[in-house]
């Protein structure tokens, strides 16, 4: 069981990209799904997330307001729309599914210790 995700490229600073996030073999509709993204020599860091109920985001300071996730459940897809892409969001970008539980009480968004099912990434380099 595996989440892939695809879409990166090379890009100028300012422009856009769309990543989609496919799964295979299981339903992507039960789960919370989140992007995290690992620039080099850097630690993983959280980017975005949506809710498998009624589709509740949250993004990190750092992305809000230029990136957009979404899913088409028909589709068992979930997306992130990044636009106005700055260089320092050069990274290789993963989904993943939220697919631990914890208490109400000690839940956050994107706690990578929930998530499972990650992919391989996809390299998205935003030239200056």
């Known amino acids: 069981v595996q989440l892939q995700a695809c879409g990166g490229g090379l890009v100028q600073a300012g422009g856009s990209l769309r990543l989609s996030c496919a799964a295979s073999g299981f339903s992507l509709n039960r789960y919370n799904i989140g992007w995290f993204r690992q620039a080099p020599g850097k630690e993983r860091e959280r980017v975005s997330y949506i809710s498998s109920s009624i589709g509740s985001t949250y993004y990190v300071d750092s992305v809000k307001g230029r990136f957009t996730i979404s899913r088409d459940n028909a589709e068992n897809t979930v997306y992130l729309q990044m636009n106005s892409l700055k260089p320092e969001d050069t990274a290789v970008y993963y989904c993943?599914?939220?697919?631990?539980?914890?208490?109400?009480?000690?839940?956050?968004?994107?706690?990578?210790?929930?998530?499972?099912?990650w992919g391989q990434g996809t390299q998205v380099t935003v030239s200056s």
């Open positions: 993943a599914a939220e697919i631990r539980k914890t208490s109400a009480q000690d839940w956050e968004p994107l706690d990578p210790f929930l998530y499972g099912y």
